[in-house]
């Protein structure tokens, strides 16, 4: 069945409407009011650990979120009221499960949804209820909506990996739109802006792409490839083809810019690029409306308006610029030709998948892998460590804090921090302010509940209309999802019988805490900004890039493959650079605590970028290798190719002496690797590509030590 043309988080939402829906159904029916919170807390828990997997996946998930619900659930039920004991299990709970998501999202997931439990159980138990009726409910309203996400699995059961597709390709869109202005000869100046813009807009790619392999590797696990899946396999494969020959830099845009202002041919790969771009956002809109691409005839016009601009300025022009030039155009028609036949694609290769349409699994399984890694967090260098340490006193506090003033539903306070209080200081910042806004808001709105709306039935569709609207907001607009969720928990208490306007502004009380607690705890509990090490991802970032460059030489020798081995490679250096803007983006949040630092990062974000881009160009040639050079150059270039990918993989290390050796050693084979280029165009580019590479082995060795020299002050400091 075809997804309709609806919007995602719309059909996101279905589940959750539904199982509301039945809820309030049967509570309407039985007439039991007081069942509205635990059983609709429990739909609420049941959307929280919800994750896109094949059918037998999503059936194994459902059983173990019955299980880790019914150890915190009863957990909590058994020693709620006992004080000290109930305190220490929280604690621990928060604790153990904190930690466990260091194994992977998956992990992370039922951790948080197992926590959320706890904290339900606490906020749903009334004294004149049998204590056993809490744990049932909840339980009962997580598997009333894992129900309902099987019934729609069932209906559209790709779904979620057409979603991702279609968000990576619009992300692959924007990324292809920042690249066409480095084609702007009138703008030559900011690019150095439009390199960090680029950088970002690499992030956004790296994350829409995880996404995309996560959907696709819990669909392939099993023997039996479903037609779909490795249609949406295909595009995935191209998406990263794209990505590596947009990535590619094959040469200075500077230089190029000043080169060809006066030429129409810089402006038709200007608009080449925003045509492939839209073509990128077509192919997204495609697979979010179940409808076939059509080719762009526009496209097709501009690329060989493109080839025409080409041979007039070859006429003219020699040497290595117009080899550079054609190459920079193979790569676009290449990505021309992808999109052309994305469509068709490789049938043979689809009905019979080998080991280079494999996907690397997101996430290491069994318990000897998972207590592996466990194991390597234990220290506070670990970010999870830390959190789990940081979460695991926050709990504690608000539970002591409620249990010794003996506050009537005081655990709304623990609710918010454990909600609020993330790994970062500015994540944590920014929820708090839209936790406190859609708090104050919603209680307004919220205590006039009963006065307006005085029926069970009339409240029952609040109740509905709210958790529906919490769930469409809460993963892009925190604040509206508090409000939302607000409403709905008064309205909820309203129909258990308790004075919701008492408890109105308590609510806002326990929530001010609540943030106060987590404020508290990012700041001065293992900040992250002592921990944060802008040399240590950069290190990482450069490094990544040698392991990627070594991949590419062996292929560059024995011939291109997009096996999995190559992929992990490439995909792992994206993820470095990504990371590293990720830390950059952090830090330009906080400029009074990384102000000293955030030049230097930026400068070394361009390096970074400009270095990953000149060795993408080498991987996306390696297909068209031919065995057309010399043996003396292949062989001088091959060693000098390697010397290069060393460095790279060891530069945060080196000493200067043993560096600027190195480096001299470098420079001088490339420069007698020039007067071996013969008359054959892939020599010319190799020698380009490497010496590019080289190019930036000082500014990036600079870079690592002055930003390691500036952390040290830091930490002196």
């Given at each position: 069945m075809r997804t309709p043309a609806v919007n995602p988080k719309i059909i996101a939402t279905l589940?959750?409407?539904?199982?509301?829906?039945?809820?309030?159904?049967f509570i309407w029916y039985f007439n039991v009011p007081k069942l509205t919170t635990p059983f609709v807390l429990g739909i609420i828990a049941g959307g929280l650990v919800d994750l896109d997997n094949r059918l037998t996946g999503r059936l194994k998930n459902i059983v173990i979120t019955?299980?880790?619900?019914?150890?915190?659930?009863?957990?909590?039920?058994?020693?709620?009221?006992?004080?000290?004991?109930?305190?220490?299990?929280?604690?621990?709970?928060t604790f153990v499960f904190t930690l466990l998501g260091a194994v992977g999202l998956r992990y992370r997931t039922f951790a948080f949804g197992t926590l959320a439990v706890a904290t339900y159980t606490t906020l749903s138990y009334t004294p004149d209820m049998p204590w056993v009726v809490n744990p049932f409910m909840i339980l009962c309203g997580t598997l009333l909506y894992s129900t309902m996400t099987l019934i729609l699995h069932i209906v559209f059961p790709h779904r979620p990996v057409q979603e991702n597709m279609a968000a990576a390709y619009s992300a692959l869109g924007g990324y292809l739109d920042a690249k066409a202005e480095f084609f702007d000869p009138d703008e030559a100046e900011q690019l150095e802006s439009r390199q960090i813009d680029l950088a970002m807009k690499n992030t956004a790619i790296i994350?829409?792409?995880?996404?995309?392999?996560?959907?696709?590797?819990?669909?392939?696990?099993g023997q039996h490839r479903h037609p779909r899946t490795s249609r949406m396999l295909r595009y995935y494969f191209t998406a990263q083809d794209i990505h590596e020959r947009i990535s590619s830099a094959h040469m200075d845009y500077r230089e190029l810019a000043e080169k060809l202002k006066n030429t129409d041919l810089i402006f038709r790969i200007h608009r080449l690029l925003e045509l492939q771009g839209q073509a990128c956002r077509d192919v997204a809109e495609s697979l979010r409306s179940g409808q076939p691409y059509q080719y762009s005839k526009r496209l097709q016009r501009a690329i060989e308006g493109c080839r025409q601009s080409l041979k007039l300025y070859a006429e003219t022009h020699g040497g290595s610029e117009v080899h550079t030039l054609q190459?920079?155009?193979?790569?676009?028609?290449?990505?021309?030709?992808?999109?052309?036949?994305?469509e068709s694609g490789d049938k043979e290769a689809e009905e019979t998948p080998s080991e280079k349409h494999r996907i690397a699994g997101m996430e290491s399984g069994g318990l000897r892998n998972v207590w592996r890694t466990v194991r390597s967090q234990l220290n506070f260098e670990s970010a999870v460590f830390r959190?789990?340490?940081?979460?695991?006193?926050?709990?504690?506090?608000?539970?002591?804090?409620?249990?010794?003033?003996?506050?009537?539903?005081?655990?709304?306070?623990?609710?918010?921090?454990?909600?609020?209080?993330?790994?970062?200081?500015?994540?944590?910042?920014?929820?708090?302010?839209?936790?406190?806004a859609g708090t104050v808001l919603g209680v307004l709105v919220g205590s006039l509940v009963p006065y307006f709306t005085p029926s069970v039935e009339t409240k029952l569709w609040i109740v509905l209309a709210?958790?529906?609207?919490?769930?469409?907001?809460?993963?892009?607009?925190?604040?509206?999802?508090?409000?939302?969720?607000?409403?709905q928990a008064l309205t909820a208490l309203s129909l258990a019988g308790e004075d919701v306007f008492s408890l109105t502004w308590q609510r806002v009380a326990d929530t001010l805490i609540g943030s106060a607690i987590a404020w508290v705890a990012v700041s001065y509990l293992w900040p992250d900004w002592r921990y944060l090490t802008l040399e240590r991802t950069a290190a990482q970032a450069v490094s990544r890039n040698g392991v990627y460059l070594r991949h590419i030489l062996g292929q560059l020798q024995n011939g291109g493959s997009d096996d999995m081995a190559y992929r992990v490679a490439r995909r792992q250096a994206h993820e470095a650079a990504a990371s590293l803007s990720s830390t950059l983006s952090d830090m330009s949040g906080e400029p009074k605590k990384y102000g000293a630092k955030l030049q230097d990062g930026f400068t070394l974000?361009?390096?970074?970028?400009?270095?990953?881009?000149?060795?993408?160009?080498?991987?996306?040639?390696?297909?068209?290798?031919?065995?057309?050079?010399?043996?003396?150059?292949?062989?001088?270039?091959?060693?000098?190719?390697?010397?290069?990918?060393?460095?790279?993989?060891?530069?945060?290390?080196?000493?200067?002496?043993?560096?600027?050796?190195?480096?001299?050693?470098?420079?001088?084979?490339?420069?007698?690797?020039?007067?071996?280029?013969?008359?054959?165009?892939?020599?010319?580019?190799?020698?380009?590509?490497?010496?590019?590479?080289?190019?930036?082995?000082?500014?990036?060795?600079?870079?690592l030590h002055e930003t390691r020299a500036g952390g040290l002050e830091t930490a002196a400091a």
């Open positions: 589940p959750i409407f539904f199982s509301v829906f039945i809820a309030t159904t019955v299980v880790l619900f019914s150890i915190a659930s009863l957990s909590a039920q058994i020693t709620y009221g006992a004080g000290l004991q109930f305190i220490l299990t929280m604690t621990l709970l994350e829409a792409f995880n996404r995309c392999r996560n959907a696709l590797f819990y669909r392939m696990r190459r920079l155009l193979e790569n676009l028609f290449s990505v021309d030709y992808q999109l052309c036949h994305i959190h789990a340490v940081r979460l695991a006193i926050v709990v504690f506090t608000a539970c002591t804090i409620v249990e010794v003033f003996h506050i009537h539903f005081g655990y709304w306070i623990l609710l918010t921090a454990l909600f609020v209080c993330q790994p970062n200081y500015s994540a944590t910042k920014s929820r708090i302010n839209q936790r406190i709210a958790t529906t609207l919490f769930f469409f907001f809460r993963t892009f607009k925190y604040s509206f999802s508090t409000f939302f969720i607000t409403v974000l361009k390096t970074s970028h400009a270095l990953i881009g000149y060795i993408s160009a080498l991987g996306a040639y390696r297909s068209q290798m031919a065995q057309g050079c010399a043996p003396e150059f292949s062989e001088n270039f091959y060693r000098t190719a390697y010397q290069t990918a060393d460095m790279l993989e060891n530069l945060a290390a080196q000493p200067p002496e043993v560096f600027q050796t190195a480096l001299e050693q470098v420079r001088q084979e490339l420069a007698q690797l020039h007067d071996q280029i013969g008359d054959d165009r892939q020599s010319s580019i190799l020698w380009q590509q490497l010496s590019l590479i080289a190019r930036q082995l000082e500014p990036c060795y600079r870079m």
